[in-house]
T-cell receptor
Framework: ETGVTQTPRHLVMGMTNKKSLKCEQHLGHNAMYWYKQSAKKPLELMFVYSLEERVENNSVPSRFSPECPNSSHLFLHLHTLQPEDSALYLC??????????????FGEGSRLTVL | GQNIDQPTEMTATEGAIVQINCTYQTSGFNGLFWYQQHAGEAPTFLSYNVLDGLEEKGRFSSFLSRSKGYSYLLLKELQMKDSASYLCAAVDSNYQLIWGAGTKLIIKP
């Protein structure tokens, strides 16, 4: 139990579908993140939220749309994805939205396959 | 540009010692993290170094040399459960995390 829960764990979708990934943290942290993890590549930071406000958006295509309704929940809405978007999407949280602000607590990820 | 280099894969024997190296080139430096990630699981925090030297935590130790832009993770008395990927991440001057691609460690009996 890492304190960060992601659903679904696995998702297969067609290029025209719309789906959402959900993340919930039970740690009382103020910052939440979406990362993309592809095989043999470094983690790619997609979005950062601090106290429900988006503080970073790393040139992510608009087919990925984040939502942070409160400090415990984070969503990633997906639409008209491409096969190259197939990857493991990791949610993480930390006390503050800063790389030097302490360790990240990760969820187990949502494995996305785009057909 | 900013870059982290670590070996793609390493193999070691149960009961032995293994050292996983990480070199970094970043604009400024505010510390370095090591995470462990078992297949299909969440990455979990192992260590954070910001000062030069060796920090020991049980069977795992992490070393940092700021002047050389170099860190290593040392695993002693290897166990089969240590088979995992080990991720190195440096904190740059903007307090952003720069990640390596990870080192897959395979432990053989």
């Amino acid at each position: 139990e890492t304190g960060v829960t992601q659903t679904p764990r696995h998702l297969v979708m067609g290029m025209t579908n719309k789906k959402s990934l959900k993340c919930e943290q039970h740690l009382g942290h103020n910052a939440m993140y979406w990362y993309k993890q592809s095989a043999k590549k470094p983690l790619e930071l997609m979005f950062v939220y601090s106290l429900e406000e988006r503080v970073e958006n790393n040139s992510v295509p608009s087919r990925f749309s984040p939502e942070c309704p409160n400090s415990s929940h984070l969503f990633l809405h997906l639409h008209t994805l491409q096969p190259e978007d197939s990857a493991l999407y990791l949610c993480a949280s930390s006390q503050v939205a800063s790389g030097g602000g302490g360790e990240l607590f990760f969820g187990e990820g949502s494995r996305l396959t785009v057909l | 540009g900013q870059n982290i280099d670590q070996p793609t894969e390493m193999t070691a024997t149960e009961g032995a010692i293994v050292q996983i190296n990480c070199t970094y080139q970043t604009s400024g430096f505010n510390g370095l993290f090591w995470y462990q990630q078992h297949a299909g699981e969440a990455p979990t925090f192992l260590s954070y170094n910001v000062l030069d030297g060796l920090e020991e935590k049980g069977r795992f130790s992490s070393f940092l040399s700021r002047s050389k832009g170099y860190s290593y993770l040392l695993l002693k008395e290897l166990q089969m459960k240590d088979s995992a990927s080990y991720l190195c991440a440096a904190v740059d001057s903007n307090y952003q995390l720069i990640w390596g691609a990870g080192t897959k460690l395979i432990i053989k009996p």
